[in-house]
């Protein structure tokens, strides 16, 4: 019912920065919230960041002041500003849309800081 599809993931060194994108498309009820997640090598799937159809925003202490997310007009595309990366920041990173008829994820995209 809720296709989610991102992008924008990549390799970037130490202190570099990315800018992810989240795109729901399809048939869908209103959109509740939308977040990102993320798992690295040999550890389980952790929250990042999310934002609200109202626009409040819950960030991970991992990532407080150096993520941002936002989202557009429409509220069914998101996006993870990320600046200062570090090498602990490397993994797959995944989108969530969390409607009111239904949850769907995306595929994930990788990250990884290294130099």
């Known amino acids: 019912q809720v296709q989610v599809v991102e992008s924008g993931g990549g390799l970037v060194q130490p202190g570099g920065s990315l800018r992810l994108s989240c795109a729901a498309s399809?048939?869908?009820?209103?959109?509740?919230?939308m977040g990102w997640y993320r798992q690295a090598p040999g550890k389980q799937r952790e929250l990042v960041a999310t934002i609200t159809s109202g626009g409040r925003t819950n960030y991970a202490d991992s990532v407080k002041g150096r993520f941002t997310i936002s989202r557009d007009n429409a509220k069914n595309t998101i996006y993870l500003q990320m600046n200062s990366l570090e090498p602990e920041d490397t993994a797959i990173y995944y989108c969530n849309c969390n409607t009111r008829g239904g949850l769907a994820w995306g595929q994930g995209i990788q990250v990884t800081v290294s130099s």
């Open positions: 399809g048939r869908f009820f209103s959109i509740i919230a």
